[in-house]
């Protein structure tokens, strides 16, 4: 059964109501739910599962389940007796958390504006975010500090919109603008837009303006191989 993914359509969602349906090893299984399960190099959300009753369950990580699944994986020391399933519950996500993400995530969408070449890598925490490039030019820490710099001053737009694989094959233009070959097969495609600074097939949560991302810079440039450059970013101390 799938859960409803309401942070897909609004990342800025910091919580929801909801019906528990599962509850097993495997995690605790929602009809919808606004916490971010790890994927795409975004870790996945905590939070916590609150009851009719008053009882909050913590959520440490959420992870992808099979057919659509998102599960709530709740701390190891909870005991999980009693939970009925059917019952209510509203989800609410570690928002300083999530936000950190949400501020990383779109600074690394503004590192692939900035360094165009592929990317073979990519991890985004709360504490930092590191991206890989296939390339074998050497990279300039503080340019690339103040390249991001300019882009969160200039306050761009961030927004999505999902366009079927058919609109994707009659638009070749598309794609040649895109960083990403998006994937096919699922029917559509989500794309994130950062108005004038970049478009690419994207799941993952975002900010909704450049500006929202704050302080951000670069603090470590590794060559991780032969043909990989990483680029670490952190928050400004
Ligand atoms: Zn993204």
């Known amino acids: 059964m799938s859960t409803q993914d309401l942070f897909r359509e ?27 399960p790890q994927g795409g190099g975004q870790a996945g959300d905590a939070g916590t599962l609150t009851l009719a009753d008053g009882r909050e369950i913590r959520i440490v990580d959420t992870r992808k389940g099979e057919d659509g699944e998102i599960l709530h994986l709740a701390a190891p ?35 692939c ?28 820490k503080d340019a690339l500090t103040a390249g991001i710099a300019r882009l969160v001053a200039g306050a761009h737009p961030v927004g999505h919109s999902w366009i079927s694989d058919e609109e994707l094959d009659a638009n070749p233009g598309l794609v040649r603008s895109m960083s990403v070959q998006p994937p096919r097969g699922s029917g559509r495609v989500r794309l994130l837009k950062i108005e004038g600074v970049d478009l690419q097939p994207c799941g ?3 900010v909704a303006n450049t500006a929202e991302i704050g302080a951000v810079v670069v603090t470590k440039i590794e060559k991780k191989s032969a043909r990989t450059r990483r680029v670490v970013l952190g928050f400004a101390p």
Do not use: K
């Open 113 to 140: 504006a900035l360094v165009p070449h592929p990317v073979d890598g990519c991890s985004i925490t709360a504490g930092y975010a590191r991206l890989d490039f296939h390339m074998t030019d050497a990279l300039d």
């Open 10 to 36: 609004d990342a800025q969602l910091r919580d929801c109501a909801a019906t528990l349906l599962r509850v097993d090893e495997r995690g605790l299984l929602l009809d919808r739910t606004v916490f971010y």
């Open 77 to 111: 020391e909870l005991s999980l007796e009693g939970l009925v399933v059917g019952s209510p519950v509203t989800a609410r996500i570690d928002w300083e958390r999530r936000h950190a993400h949400m501020r990383f995530h779109t600074a690394t969408h503004l590192l």
């Open 204 to 206: 993952g949560t975002h």
